[in-house]
C-alpha cells in the first residue's frame, strides 16, 4: 500500500509542481509573513534583554513630575546607603525655546540637564567623539542633528536657552533607548545641570520631569525596590528597576508582535484559501487519471492518499521556501521599523520560528487541500467509459467531508488563539473569519438563484450569456465568490481600521483655525506678549488662564496613600480597557493644569451634569463645582457628586465633580482635563496661554523670535511643525503596517489567480465550444467580461460590506475609538478588486481566444 | 508481426474452482439511469454466462447499452436489478472499494481512448497495476518484458504524448495483462486506430487469448471486428436479440 501511494506520488509530482505552483506560492507567502514576523519579534526581544541595562542607563531610576519632595530625597539617600558602591546621576527634563543668534532662528526643543555620570551603562554616540564627557566639564549643549537642520546650526555656534548662552559642542549621533521618531516632536539639547540655573527656566508654570538615576554594583535593585516604592510612591514619585523596564518593554513589544502576527495569520489563511482552489482546479483535471487507477482497482483512500501526500510535498516545499523568505524579509524588517523601536535590533534567525513556520505550511497545505480532496474518493471509475459521467454520490452529505471542515475550523480558531494577543481576540478573529465565510457563501448562492430568475430577457446576447455562466450548471460563482470575496474582505478591514486609527492622529488643521499656541506666558508678560502679536499684525485670542494643581484626595482617600498602597499592584500595562477599581495611579500623580471660565469652547460637548457652570452654585456656599473631561473622570474613577480636594500651590481646595466634558482633542484649542468656574483659581498663581494664527511661515518665524528674545521663558508651538513631526510618526507607522499589509496583499494577488482559475478549465471547455460554433474573439472576450465583471462586482460588494461591519466593531470595541468611512478611499480598493479580478480572468481567457480550438482541447 | 517470444505471457494461475463454474455470469441485469427527472432504462432483463478463456463480442449500435453493460461485468457500476458474478465471486453485496480489489486482482482493461496516465512514462503506466498489488519488487522487470513483446522495447522512459495512437494501445495492452488478469475487458479498442494498427492490437489480443486462456469481453460496434470473436452477443435498444451461442 504505502510504497505504491509513494511511487505514484512521486512520479505524478514531476507533472503536478507546475500545476500546483499555485499551491506552492500560495503556502510559500502566508509561511513568509508569519516567520519574518515571529523571528523579527523574537530577535527584537533577545535584544531588549541583552540591552535592558542600557535602555534604562542605570540599575534603578527614580522620577517624579515636580522636585522631588524631601521626604522623597531622604529615601534616595537611604537607598544609596543601603547599597555599597552606590552612584547617582541627576536628570531633569523640560520643553523650551531654543534660539540660535547667528542664524535668527528658533525651535521648541526638549532639553535634558544631566548632573553626574549618566548612563551608567550604554554609551553616548557624539560627533565629535567624547564630546559628552566635555559637557560635563566645560558646559555647553550637545543637539540632535534634527536640530541642527532645523536652526541651520553648526558646532561652535552659540545656542541661547532661556537666558543662558551656550556653545554647541558636538551632535548626538546615538543614544541607547532611544526610539527615533520621539525626535520629531521635538529635538533634543543635552546640557550640564551647572548651567541649568543660568537659563532662568523651570520658573514658575514650567512643565519638567526631575529623575534620578543610581548605579547599585553590589546591591539587589528590587530587593531595593519593595523596600521603598511605596514611600516613594506616597510622595509622587515613581520607581522603577532595570529589570521591570526589561518586563514592561519586552510585553509591550510582544504584544506589538503579536499583533502584527495577526497579520501574517491573515496571510496565511489567505494562502489556505489559495491551497484549497489551487487543489480544487488540480483535481479538475486529474479526474481522468483518478478514475483509470480507481479502474485498475486502486481504492479510493490509495488515490486520495496518492494526492494528499503531493499537496503535503509541496506544502513542504513552500514552506522552505516561505521560510527562506521570511528570514529574508526579517532583514528588511528592522530598516522599516527602526525610527519606532528602541533597540537595536541584532539579526538571528529564530529556530523555534523557523519550525512553527515549516510546521504551519504543512498544516496549511495538507488541511485546505483535504476538503477538495476527500471528493476523488467519489470519482466513479465510469468516467473511462463515458466522459461525461458525473457522479451522483456528490460528497455533499459526506460525513468525512463535514469531519474534514469542522477540523479544520478548529485548528484555525486554534492557531488564531496561539498567535492572537489575548484569548478573547484570537476567538473574536475566528469568530469573524466563520461569519465572513458565511456570508460570503451565502452571498454567491443567492446571487446564483437570484440572476436565474430575474436576469432581464431583454440584455444583450452578449452580456447575458456571460452573466448566465453564474447560475449554469457546475458554475463556480460560489467558489469565486468565496476565495475572492474574502480576500478582499481581509485586506478592506485592515484597511479600515488603519484608516480610523491613523485618522486620529491627523490634526484638524483648517484655514480659520489657529496655528501659533504661545504659552508659560506669565500675568506681567501678558500686556508685551500681546503687543508683539499686534506689532506684527497677527490676531491675539483672549489669554486662557492656567493654574497648575495637583490632586490631594479623591472621594476622601489621600493621594499620597492611594499611590503607595497602589503599589502592591502589578505594574499596569498601558493597554487600553476601563479600570474597575480604584483610579489608575497616573490620575493621581500626574500636575493637572486647569482653567477656569463660565462656558464650553467649541471643541467641548457637555456628556453629564447639566449646563455649566451649575446655576446658583455661588449662591448654595457648597464645595466648588469642577467639570471633568470625561475620560479621565473614567481613569480617577469618579462620577458627578464625587468630591476631589485639589492642592493649588500648597492650598487645598474642596470641589465636587458637577460636570463631565467630551473633548475633541483633535482640535488645535487648549483643552483641559480640569475645568473650574471663574472666582475661586481668580487669585491663585498661573500663566497664560493665547493663541494666534499667522497663515505665512516666515511671519510665525519672526514672531516666534521676537517674542523668544523678549520673554525666553516663554514657549511656542508652531501648528505647521507639529503636523509635520505627527506625520512623519504617522508615516514610520503606517509604514511598518503596510510593509504587513503587503503580504496579505501578495497573498491575496495569488488567492485571486487561483480563484479565477478554478473556473477556467469549465469556461476553457464552453468558449471553445462557441467558437467552434462561429463565436468571433471579441464575442469571447465581451462574454468573459460581463462575468468577470459581475463576479469581482459581487465579491467587492459583499467583502466590502462585511469589512464595514467588522472594522467598526474592531474600532469601536478593541480600540475604543470613533468609527468612520473613507468612501473615495472604499471605492478605490473595490475598483482595484473588480479591475484585478477582470484582469487575471481576461488573461486566461486570452490563451483561448488565440489558439485555434482544437489545440486547447488537446492540450486539456 | 508481433516480436518476442510468445511464451512471455505466462499463463494465468490454474482456476481452482470446477470447471463447470463459468468466468462471468449475469442473470437479469437491468440497469436505468435519471434523465431529466425521468427514469431511463439503460438496460433490460439480460442473463448469460462465460467460460473461462472463452472471447465474447458485445455488439450493437450506438446507444444500444453495450458500455453500460461492460460497465456492470467489470464492477464498475452497480445494476438497478440483477446479478453479476465475476470468477465465483458475487460483485453485488461489495463496496466500492472491495470491487476495486477484485479489479486489481483479476481484471484488465483495454479502452478506447487508451487512458494512460499522462503523467506517468509508459514503463510506469505498466507497473501501476503490479504496484497496486504490491509487487513493487517485479514490477520493472516485468514492464520491460512486456513492452518488448509488444514491440515497444526501448520506448518505456516515452511520456503518452510521445507516442502514437497505435503505440498507445499497444502499452495499455500491456498494462491490462501486467498482472496477469484473468478476464480483460475492452471497450471499442480499436476506434480511435486506423484500420491496420488496430489490426495488430486485436491479433495481440487474440494470441493472448490463445496463449494464456485470459477471457476477453470485447465492447465494438464494428461487424468485422466482432466477427473474430468466438462468441457474439447483439444488443439493440437495451435487450440482447441475438446471442450466437444460443443459435
New interface residues.
Partial sequence: ?R??VL??AW??S???LRRLALLLASTAVGVAALVAISSFTDSLQDSVREQARSLLGADLTVGSASPFSPRAEEEIRKILAEARGAEESRLVRFAAMAYVPRTAATRLVQVTAVSGGYPFYGRIATEPPESWAHVAEAGGVLVDPALVSALDAKVGDTLALGEARLTVRGIVTGMPGDVAVRAALGPRVFMSARDLQATGLLSFGARARYETYLKLPAADPQRLAVRHRAALAAERARLRTVSEDEESLSRTLGRLGRYLALVALIAVLLGGLGVASAVHVFIKRKI??V????????????VLAVYLVQAAALGLMGSVLGVAIGLGVQAVLPLVMKDLLPVDVRYAPSWPAVLAGLAVGLWVAAAFALLPLLSVRHV???V???REYES?ARGRRDPLRLLAAALLAASVAALAVFEAPSRQSGMGFALGIGIALLALWTAGLALSRALRHFLPARWPYLWRQGVANLYRPANQTVMVVLALGFGAFLLDTLFLVQHNLLRDLRVDARQDRPNLVLFDIQPDQRAGVEAELRRAGLPAQEPVPIVPMRIASVKGQKAGVALAAGTVEPPRDGGIGRRRGGPNPWTLRREYRSTYRDALTSTEKTAAGGPWPPPGWRQSGGPVPVSLEQEVATELGVHVGDEIVWDVQGREVPTRVAHLREVSWGRFEPNFFVVFPTGPLDAAPQTYVTLSRADDPGARAAVQRRVVEAFPNVTAIDLAQVQQALDRIVSRVALAIRFMALFSLATGAVVLVGAVATSRYQRLREAVLLKTLGATRGQILRIALAEYVSLGLLASATALLLATGAAWALVHWVFDSRFSLPGGALSATALVVVSLTVVVGMWTSHEVVRKPPLEVLRAE | MIPGPATTFDAPEASDTSVKEPMLRCESLTQTY?SGGRELTVLKNITFALEAGGFLAIAGPSGSGK?TL??LL?G??RPRAGRIVLDGQDLGPLS??QR??????K?G?V?QSF???????AR?NIQ??L????E?SSAPARADELLARVGLGGRGHHYPAQLSGGEQQRVALA?AFSHRPRILFA?EPTGNLDAATGATVIGLMGELNRELGTTLVLVTHDADLAARARRIIRLADGAVVHDSAAA
Fill in positions: 500500500m510504497p505504491f511511487a505514484m512520479r505524478e514531476r507533472s503536478s481522468e487519471t478514475a483509470v487507477l480507481r479502474c485498475l482497482g486502486a481504492t479510493g483512500g490509495r466513479s471509475p465510469l473511462v467509459l463515458r451522483d | 435519471l458500455s461492460l460497465g467489470a464498475l457500476d466500492e472499494d476495486a480489489r477484485i479489479r486489481s486482482e481484471v482493461f479502452f487512458h494512460l496516465i499522462p503523467t506517468l512514462t510506469e501501476v497495476p504496484e497496486l498489488r504490491g513493487e498494462r471497450d
